[in-house]
């Protein structure tokens, strides 16, 4: 892993450098989404998918972490629980993503963009057999 890709957290460098790498963050933003009732599930890309058929466990599964310089954005792709308020469960997924950036890694984040690109129906399971 290289330097470029590590956030620098750490003003005093009597004691030494803290670091915390975009995958941190990606897995702690993924946590703090679990969190949230009305999220179904986290749409992430294929090697996220993979890893899960092989029975591995992907925080970070539809989260992007973008840093540069001067801001912190995180993009996040969600399937929803039909019959939720897709503008409140958002707000709760961003102020919780961002109370849990800030209490683990003192960190700001600029933007937290919600995509919603699904909506999980009801299945049988969920429904009342007669």
């Known amino acids: 892993m290289s330097n470029e890709s590590l956030l620098n957290v750490s003003d005093d460098q009597r004691l ?27 749409r992430g890309s294929f090697a996220s998918d993979v890893v899960e ?15 540069s310089e001067t ?20 707000r709760q997924l961003q102020t919780n ?4 950036l800030k209490n683990m890694t003192a960190l700001e984040v600029n933007q937290i963009n919600i995509h919603v690109v ?3 129906m009801e299945t049988e399971e969920d429904g009342h057999s007669d």
């Open 16 to 42: 030494g450098k803290v670091e915390i790498a975009p995958e941190v963050i990606e897995t702690i933003a993924g946590l703090a989404a679990s969190e949230i009732e009305g999220v179904a599930s986290m």
């Open 53 to 67: 058929k092989f029975g591995g466990v992907s925080h970070s599964k539809g989260v992007k972490v973008d840093i």
């Open 71 to 90: 801001a912190i954005e995180i993009d996040m792709s969600i399937v929803i629980q039909y019959g939720v308020s897709i503008p409140k469960v958002s």
């Open 97 to 100: 993503i961002r109370q849990s």
């Open 118 to 120: 699904g909506i999980q």
